[in-house]
């Protein structure tokens, strides 16, 4: 190696050739690779949506979710499966097995599933089969709204949807964007509705016209004439309008008097029902979720909206139509740009300065251009394996940012010391390099392997952190080229101007007093080595102590959310329109906190987690500016708006809740209950809300109850279909026509089908004795009553029904109080030890499990606590084959029990005795990283002693005075590169800020063990290493 250091260094213009082709390279790899929000990849999980028009939720789970789970169970491959029947819908989650290696092949085997079942023939669309595709995420949701107008009537609606249509039609002609899917945009429809009486006078029934108007609607292409140009004939009757329709005879006589359509019923173009309203920033809206191109990344395509709807807005001035830009997934990536650009700077000039201020100006600069080489290759790199620019890559180069140039600043310190000795300068880049070569390699591979086990761990958040090892393994490794082969070239050759400001050979640094200060301070140290470890042990003895009674594990305890959800619950007898009015005082209370607001959307009698609709209820999430842009912090914030809420007019409860980062609940605790029997698992929800009620920590106790609501049950008599000559089809049939309508037929419009719907008015349907008048036309085309051949049975039913692995299954909500220090983990605990055996013992076919943060963060301290032991011993075997010794190896490690401690001790006095999931990670990080400065400590008094020299006190403190200045160099330097990420000073970030604290201040307190105990230790391993 000493000759491949040799050979690089004797050729200055090859070294700068790899430097700046390194540098220039990236440049162009920049402008071609991908910049996306996340990685690419797929979910675990696909959900089933089917549509069942009007059937109630048992309907549904017995004609339509439980023949899907039929069709599931034999598939290998699948963990979960949990179902939804609600009125007209059924939905399926099935969550895919994270061990099995095919998941491709278990994902065609459901969709092959799904289509083979025989599904009611009322059901006009197949399933539709999502999979969560990174690939295929909105880039941002697009608000428009009519301004001054609060609520859309039919004309406003269509002018605005007129409106949307031709601003998304000008959107997907720009070649970065893919598609548009829109939201709570409601379909056209033409719309027949019967009159019930003038129908009942004329002696017409309903099925009669609905079958006219079929027969009646007629494209048909018949064939080709034998002609010169064998011109087409075509059959045409289309009935496509308004007017059309009403002039539609529906019976008549050869003279052409009759009854036309018009007489009988009102017709009008209309749009879909909707039993919920959609508000943006207080108006009622529509909005358009904008993807991007997979050719295109996220940062041209969100300039590319931006510049658009700029232009579109100067283009639209006399309109009244509000846009609002929420939901930008672009900032992630902008933000993490932001932050390497200012931190890659930042690190720069603390490099230069700390080196130039302990070293020389030439060691300063060409050690800090480290940082754009090591970032350069990086990119190279990464584009090479395919991966793109993204929030989790990007979060990897962050993360070792502080830390990547710790191996060229030891090489340059001692290329310096050799300097200063009196060598040469190429005798002292070859020397100074490969002398440190050994533990510099060894120092870069443990730092590696400490990241390695992020790519193990499971679940949508271990996807996400998979992509960071890699990302920091490139760039160690561009570090350690660049350390290895171009520095010692750099600091060998000439530069005119950096030379002028460099050091001459033998000359001395003004630091050398200060080892030789800290040398006569070991060796007072070795004197009192025993007391010296008795009080490390008792430090460390202190954190475990912190860490067993005070420090507590939640998965993300303190992410700076950028949403914030409130439910809100009007007076009882409240309907949606009035409940729409009566949060307009609250939505202003956000919409004009302008400062920290960037808009408002609220939905009212839409369900929470996919059940039946209360009137009285809204939902309403505020989407917040960024942490560093907005004038407070979030806390304060909902202070302030929970005081003004009370007492708001009508609104009985308001509840704030911040936006929680991979958990759509919202709760901190979620607890499932498995039991088919209805009344036992009722009974047991009861039970256990009770139980969680009387625990003084937990608020906002609830039981997802499904509303139960009136169904009228019509029982067919078959004795009088058989007097009255009636077919049951032709009951059901009508019956349809009348409460929930028939669509008769699709028009194509170009850009969007419109249906024409038939039914009667709504105010026909209010009441159950209009219904039982309804005649029903019989095989003769008689009409018979409906109330002859019907019995009503009247019962309450639920609007939903839940299944977990075809099991039904309820669940309790909760959240804990704001001033609690218990975590979601330790009531998971409690109600496990002190409540589940009883229950259990009284409903043994009951399955009782907590979902949510509680089972992913049990899960992530497993991977956590399996991670560290991992590292430590794969690290533990690379020592050994380094030091070929099983004791010196122990004496490294030793400082990885010190460098925990300092991070509790830390988090303690940051007051963050709540840990999480990155503070871990980060953890994990400093693990690889603290143990760097001992490895090339331990490895200079080894190789010091290997040429024959005793192994003395004076030796060994000799020696490690020699490390005093690199080791205060590169902690100095990372850790002033990483806390002003964890501070948020160049840019705040919530999942960085706490691994970069961990990391940090590990290190800090690591350097002392490094200076201190490390020597101490060895003056006991030192004598029997020898032997």
């Known amino acids: 190696m000493k000759n491949l250091i040799r050979f690089f260094t004797s050729r200055h213009l090859l070294s700068n050739i790899i430097f700046f082709g390194v540098i220039l390279f990236s440049f162009v790899v920049w402008n071609n690779i991908g910049k996306e929000e996340m990685p690419e990849f797929a979910s675990n999980w696909i959900r089933v949506k089917t549509s069942y028009p009007g059937a109630p939720a048992e309907d549904v789970e017995l004609f339509v979710t439980k023949p899907l789970e039929d069709e599931l169970k034999g598939i290998v491959g699948i963990e979960e499966v949990t179902t939804t029947s609600s009125v007209g819908s059924s939905s399926l989650r099935i969550v895919l097995d994270d061990d099995y290696p095919n998941k491709e092949e278990v994902t065609r085997e459901i969709k092959d599933a799904v289509f083979r079942v025989n599904l009611p023939a009322e059901i006009r669309d197949l399933p539709r089969i999502r999979q969560f595709k990174s690939a295929e995420k909105a880039i941002l949701d697009i608000g428009i709204y009519y301004k001054g107008h609060k609520y859309l009537d039919s ?55 609905k079958e006219q108007i079929q027969a009646n609607n007629v494209r048909v292409p018949i064939g080709a004439m034998r002609d010169r140009g064998e011109s087409k004939v075509t ?35 209309g749009f879909q029902r909707s039993n919920s309203i959609f508000k943006i920033n207080g108006h009622e809206g529509i909005f358009l979720n904008v993807k991007k191109s997979v050719t295109t990344d996220i940062l041209s395509a969100q300039k590319v909206v931006m510049d658009f709807i700029k232009k579109f807005n100067d283009a639209n001035k006399e309109n009244s139509i509000g846009i609002v830009l929420m939901d930008d997934e672009s900032y992630a990536v902008t933000n993490r740009l932001k932050i390497i650009g200012s931190n890659g700077l930042l690190g720069f000039f603390l490099i230069f300065v700390i080196l130039l201020f302990f070293l020389d100006v030439k060691a300063g600069f060409w050690v800090a251009m480290g940082i754009p080489f090591s970032i350069g290759f990086t990119l190279i790199s990464a584009s090479l394996f395919g991966y793109t620019i993204n929030n989790m890559t990007l979060a990897g180069i962050i993360i070792v940012l502080g830390i990547v140039v710790d191996d060229a600043i030891i090489i340059a310190e001692n290329i310096s010391r050799h300097r200063e000795e009196g060598l040469s300068l190429k005798d002292a880049a070859v020397i100074g390099t490969s002398e440190v070569f050994k533990p510099i390699v060894a120092s870069i591979i443990t730092t590696c392997v400490a990241f390695i086990p992020l790519i193990f761990f499971e679940g949508f958040f271990g996807k996400l952190v998979s992509y960071i090892p890699l990302v920091v393994i490139l760039m160690l490794i561009g570090s ?5 082969f171009v520095l010692p070239a750099h600091m060998a050759g000439k530069t005119f101007l950096l030379d002028r400001f460099s050091k001459d050979e033998g000359q001395k640094s003004w630091f050398h007093k200060y080892e030789d200060i800290y040398e006569r301070f070991l060796l007072k140290v070795f004197k009192m080595r025993i007391p010296v470890l008795l009080s490390f042990i008792t430090l460390l003895i202190g954190s475990v102590w912190l860490f067993k009674t005070k420090m507590k594990f939640v998965m993300f305890p303190r992410e700076e959310s950028q949403e914030v959800f409130i439910k809100v619950k009007a007076e009882k007898s409240a309907v949606r329109d009035e409940t729409a009015r009566y949060i307009a005082p609250l939505e202003d209370l956000f919409i004009n906190d302008k400062q920290n607001v960037v808009g408002v959307r609220s939905s009212i009698a839409l369900s929470r987690r996919g059940g039946e609709v209360k009137e009285n209820e809204a939902s309403i999430l505020v989407e917040l500016k960024p942490a560093d842009e907005r004038e407070r912090p979030l806390r304060e914030l909902m202070k302030e708006w929970e005081a003004k809420s009370k007492g708001i007019p009508h609104l009985d409860k308001v509840r704030f809740i911040k936006g929680r980062w991979g958990w759509s609940s919202g709760s901190a605790i979620e607890l499932q209950i498995q039991e088919n029997d209805d009344v036992k698992r009722d009974q047991i929800a009861k039970l256990l809300a009770d139980k969680m009620k009387s625990i003084k920590e937990l608020t906002d106790v609830e039981i997802e109850e499904p509303l139960k609501k009136k169904e009228y049950i019509f029982k067919l008599k ?44 709504s105010t026909a349907k209010t009441n159950l004795e209009e219904l039982l008048e309804l005649r029903i036309e019989n095989k003769q085309g008689q009409l018979a009553y409906l109330k002859n051949i019907v019995d009503v049975e009247v019962v309450q039913k639920p609007v939903n029904i839940k299944r977990t692995n075809f099991k039904r299954s309820s669940m309790i909500f909760a959240n804990i109080k704001e001033d609690s220090e218990i975590t979601p983990l330790q009531i998971a605990e409690s109600l496990e030890d002190n409540v589940f055996p009883e229950l259990i013992s009284k409903y043994p076919t009951a399955i009782m499990k907590f979902r949510g943060e509680i089972e992913d963060s049990r899960k992530s301290q497993g991977e956590f606590s399996n991670s560290i032991i991992i590292v430590v011993l794969i690290i533990y075997f690379i020592l050994v084959v380094m030091f070929n010794s099983l004791f010196k190896p122990i004496l490294v490690l030793s400082i990885v029990p010190f460098g925990l401690a300092g991070v509790i001790y830390i988090l303690f006095l940051h007051g963050m005795t709540v840990y999480g999931f990155f503070a871990v990670i980060g953890t994990l990080g ?67 800020a706490e691994m970069m604290l961990t990391m940090g201040w590990g290190l800090a307190f690591g350097t002392v063990i490094t200076l201190i105990l490390v020597p101490s230790l060895y003056t006991f391993f030192s004598v029997r290493t020898r032997q």
């Open 480 to 484: 350690l080229i660049e350390s290895l």
């Open 718 to 761: 078959q004795e009088r279909l058989i007097k009255y000559n009636v077919a049951p089809s032709k009951v059901t049939s009508t019956l349809r026509t009348f409460v929930e309508g028939s669509i008769l037929y699709s028009i194509n419009k170009g850009e969007e089908e419109v249906d024409v719907r038939l039914t009667v008015p």
């Open 235 to 269: 059959a045409l009757n289309e009935l496509e309008t308004v007017d059309s329709l009403m002039n539609f005879i529906v019976r008549g006589n050869y003279e052409g008097r009759g009854v036309k359509l018009s007489d009988i019923a009102s017709i009008k173009n």
């Open 155 to 209: 004309k406003s609606r269509a002018e605005l949807q007129k409106y949307v249509l031709g601003f998304e039609n000008q959107l997907l002609a720009l070649k970065e964007i893919s598609s548009i899917d829109r939201s709570y945009y409601k379909n056209p429809e033409i719309q027949i509705e019967i009159d019930p009486k003038k129908k009942q006078d004329m002696e017409i029934s309903l099925s009669e016209i």
């Open 926 to 992: 400093m693990i690889g990283v603290v143990i760097n400065d001992a490895i090339v400590m331990i490895d200079k008094i080894e190789t010091r002693l290997a040429v024959g020299d005793s192994c003395g006190w004076s030796i060994i403190a000799k020696v490690a005075s020699t490390r005093l200045r690199p080791v205060i160099v590169t902690t100095i330097t990372t850790v002033a590169g990483i806390l002003p990420t964890a501070y948020g000073v160049a840019g705040y970030d919530s999942m960085l």
